[in-house]
């Protein structure tokens, strides 16, 4: 936190223009070093940059001073808009580190920003996300995650928690005191509704699933005609197709956008029993990618009368769907029995053609219905990373022994203080001494 840091903002390849960021206690010395003097704070100006040693010509470029704490980092800032020339952005860094500057590492300036308290570690983690945003969806909720909304609601939980935690700790420590009976049963409703709230939220599996794409996985037998319903909804060949059953040995994911949603749709190797090594593993990833799907098309050949889709049917989910292929050629016998076992299961079924594209743009609509039926909500989701889950998830075992707890208050303390730290870690705001505050404020103790 000492050191000055300096990073390409944009990207290092040929662009007009180029912009590097400077912070840390000297960015001042080093931007008056380069460009003369400082600028008026946050008023662009435009300047000669040249070596600090050599004094050779950098670039005529615009600079920014912003000093802290009112910056990005809360440190003092500069920034150098520079023109896009890899020279350029070269004899710049050179003049950086004569100066005394050292090259950032990866998330240093988002880093320092939460070091200073400009961010928590949930809205530092939406920075990376819009960064990584490929849909308006993803955008959206990065930003959401950004303002704050998501670190207010888990604040609240934790707020909650202190409240409980104040009332069980006051009986616990002055047991002698004007305190209201049996403070550690008033804890009860508020551990007991928080408790709902955390898993509502870990159910709510939105924010992963917009975040890392929207999972669609093509599954059957072979040669039911997944490679070709693929090409024809991604609208490119991506996969091949052949007549023979078992082309499809891996999984091919292919990106696709679904109402402003980012999805990944895969075709699978077809499901079967087989003694061919390569194939078996084609069916066991295949296996594994459709069960972590978040939607499953279970592809049925139209015109086959082997019956071998119903081999290759797994666990049914109540939101897979049926989809019969091959809808331009003549029904075979397993077309009657697949929508019978379709309809005993609950699942809906929709015929279509790859060839002659018939059914294609009602399976489309059908999983732009289904997408923003499984996305959109009003309430943004909590859990958005892994690491998200397994807090929120560490938070609801702790309350959930807590309020089984039948070893007396001190226990009961001690989970609700754990589950209050797991809190603390997802957006990184840890104080040892908002409990004593509590207590303060919430009980006329201190006579």
């Known amino acids: 936190m000492t050191d000055t840091i300096f990073a390409v903002a944009t990207g290092t390849e040929r662009a007009a223009l180029s912009v590097i960021r400077v912070s840390g206690p000297q960015a001042g010395h080093m931007l008056q070093q380069i460009a003369g003097s400082l600028p008026p704070p946050r008023r662009a100006v435009v300047r000669r940059l040249a070596h600090p040693v050599s004094r050779e010509t950098i670039d005529q470029a615009m600079v920014l001073w912003m000093p802290g704490p009112t910056s990005f980092t809360g440190e003092d800032v500069a920034e150098l808009h520079l023109h896009g020339g890899r020279a350029v952005q070269a004899a710049a860094a050179d003049g950086l580190l004569a100066a005394g500057a050292r090259v950032a590492e990866p998330g240093e300036f988002s880093r320092r920003a939460f070091e200073h308290g400009k961010l928590d570690l949930a809205e ?20 959401r995650q950004l303002s704050g909304e998501t670190s207010e609601r888990v604040d609240r939980w934790r707020r909650m928690l202190l409240e409980a935690l104040a009332s069980i700790e006051a009986e616990i420590d002055f047991p002698d005191e004007d305190v209201p009976d049996a403070v550690d049963n008033r804890a009860m409703a508020p551990l007991h509704k928080l408790i709902g709230e955390i898993n509502a939220a870990l159910a709510d599996q939105r924010g992963e699933r917009i975040r890392e794409g929207y999972r669609i996985a093509l599954v059957g037998a072979p040669n039911a005609g997944k490679s070709s319903l693929l090409n024809r909804l991604i609208e490119r060949e991506a996969a091949i197709v052949t007549a023979t059953p078992g082309t499809t040995r891996d999984v091919i994911e292919q990106p696709i956008q679904i109402g402003g949603y980012e999805a990944l749709i895969a075709d699978t190797a077809g499901m079967r029993d087989t003694l061919d090594p390569v194939e078996a593993e084609g069916v066991r990833r295949a296996t594994a990618w459709a069960d972590a799907a978040a939607l499953r098309l279970w592809v049925v050949d139209g015109s086959a009368s082997d019956g071998a889709w119903l081999q290759a049917f797994g666990s049914i989910r109540l939101n897979d769907v049926l989809v019969l292929t091959k809808s331009d050629a003549p029904s075979g016998h397993d077309v009657g029995q697949a929508l019978n076992a379709a309809s005993q299961r609950g699942l809906a079924a929709i015929r279509a053609s790859s060839l002659t594209e018939a059914g294609v743009a009602e399976l489309r609509s ?33 309350l959930e022994r807590a309020v089984s707890e039948v070893n007396g208050p001190e226990f009961l303390a001690e989970d609700v203080r754990l589950a209050a730290r797991s809190l603390e870690a997802f957006t990184g705001r840890v104080d040892a001494e908002a409990v004593l505050g509590e207590v303060f404020s919430s009980f006329c103790i201190g006579k």
């Open 124 to 143: 530092a983690e939406a920075i990376a996300d819009l960064i990584d945003a490929q849909s308006d969806a993803q955008r959206s909720q990065a930003l």
């Open 366 to 398: 059908f999983l732009l219905e289904r997408v923003m039926a499984d996305l959109v909500g009003a309430e943004a989701p909590v859990v958005t990373r892994a690491r998200h889950r397994r807090l929120l998830s560490d938070a609801k075992d702790h």
